[in-house]
């Protein structure tokens, strides 16, 4: 018998999508599913950006240049800047996808067996990428008791060893929706110089910060430039999350070499997306303050629904667009899974991600927690908060 890998026996199925047969099988029954599971916006693509795919003139889909192409990196590069983060087109590599920018940092400041720190509950293919890159994660543990605040310097300092090499932190934060201000990302600062460590930020949802308060970039930081990478995307920026386009910022000459170098090994990003992303950089600000005003009304009526629930405990994110439930149940993997096979009201269920899977230490994963993503209209947000609360009950009855 021909044996895998032992990275790819390793590999966890993704929580977000592993009960997707459920859910097919659930619609093959004529069972309607509210899919609350996954970060997948059905907010409209810019038309700025649909017409310039629509609109394309080249004659030849050519490979683009390893870094990505320099037009886009350019606009880029000014976008970021007129955010007050200060970087040039040189200090960008667009990726395929966040995730591919992401893999690539982990790759190209670790060797196999060094460790990086990250808060969780965290975005679940952290694990994979890590798995991958032969890293080691070493989670430290926010608890929804606090709304997933960030743990204390004290916390971390704990885990530091000779082989940690990074903290990671997504922020706002996928899975809780929680949004690190400027004193938790100063206090990550000051660990990375005592410790020579580098400071890597997904910040793909910094444009989604509700209740009056500011994303603070990693890349805003002074005196931290040799330490600081910061990883971007398209995909929920613009609604974009086919497209597949990330980028890697950061001022540190030498990830930029590693990375520009990993990029040419996969030759290029696709062309397609990097011509969407540019284009996407027009966008108006109307369309901005119009999304960020229905998320805010999606995440009011969720997490006001969620906190009328008997049993339920649910902190009001700041930002990003999903929130972390604790529901009155006694296994969160369960209850996903018997939502899809067994449960329906008015011919409907709901679908949801058990964040056992956002979890990466068994010791201090939740069993009862979901991940919910308010990505769907507010009617249909209705509906599924309404089905939820039924669906507790005869969970806990049956």
């Known amino acids: 018998m021909l044996n895998l890998s032992k990275i790819a026996e390793a590999l966890p199925a993704s929580p977000i999508r592993k009960l997707v047969p459920y859910a097919i099988a659930a619609k093959s029954r004529g069972t309607k599913v509210y899919h609350l599971n996954i970060g997948q916006p059905d907010i409209e693509t810019p038309e700025v950006a649909l017409e310039a795919v629509k609109n394309i003139n080249e004659k030849v889909f050519e490979y683009t240049h ?5 037009s886009y990196r350019v606009k880029l590069a000014d976008f970021y800047s007129k955010r007050g983060l200060n970087v040039s087109a040189d200090n960008i590599i667009i990726t395929t996808g966040g995730s591919e920018a992401l893999f690539f940092s982990m790759l190209a400041i670790c060797n196999a067996g060094d460790e990086i720190i990250i808060p969780e509950p965290f975005y679940a293919n952290y694990n994979s990428f890590a798995l991958e890159a032969g890293v080691r994660i070493v989670p430290i543990t926010a608890s929804i008791s606090n709304g997933f605040a960030l743990p204390s310097a004290e916390a971390f300092e704990a885990l530091i060893n000779e082989r940690t090499r990074a903290i ?48 603070f970039s990693v890349l805003q930081l002074e005196g931290v430039d040799q330490n600081v990478i910061m990883c971007d995307s398209v995909s929920k920026r613009y609604s974009m999350c086919g497209v597949r386009i ?11 070499d590693a ?32 999304v960020k005003s229905e998320y805010v009304a999606r995440r009011d009526y969720v997490i006001d629904a969620l906190q009328r629930m008997e049993g339920v405990v649910a902190p ?7 929130a972390i439930a604790a529901l009155p149940v006694d296994n969160a993997e369960k209850f996903a899974q018997w939502l ?26 939740v069993q009862n927690e979901v991940r919910i993503a308010y990505v769907l209209n507010l009617e249909d947000l209705r509906a599924a908060m309404e089905a939820l609360e039924i669906a507790i009950k005869e969970y806990n009855n049956k």
């Not at 390893?66 to 320099?70: D, H, L, Y």
């Not at 990330?246 to 930029?256: D, F, K, P, Q, S």
């Not at 520009?260 to 696709?270: D, I, K, N, T, Y």
């Not at 899809?340 to 956002?358: C, D, I, N, R, W």
């Open 246 to 256: 990330g980028a890697i910022i950061t001022r540190n000459c030498a990830v930029l």
């Open 316 to 322: 009001r994110p700041a930002g990003a667009f999903y």
């Open 259 to 290: 990375v520009l170098r990993m990029g040419q090994a996969r030759l290029c990003a696709p062309l397609l997306g990097q011509i969407a992303g540019e284009a996407a950089i027009d966008t108006p600000k109307s369309y901005f303050d119009g």
């Open 168 to 215: 990671l932190i997504c922020n706002p934060n996928n899975p809780t929706g929680y949004l690190y201000n400027k004193a938790e990302i100063e206090a990550l600062r000051d660990l990375a110089i005592k410790y020579n460590l580098y400071l890597l930020a997904d910040e793909v949802y910094s444009d989604f910060c509700y209740d009056g308060k500011e994303h």
């Open 340 to 365: 899809l096979e067994e449960f329906s009201y008015k011919g409907a269920t709901v679908m949801v991600a058990p964040a056992q899977g956002f979890y990466s230490n068994p010791k201090t994963c």
């Open 66 to 70: 390893s870094a990505g192409i320099e």
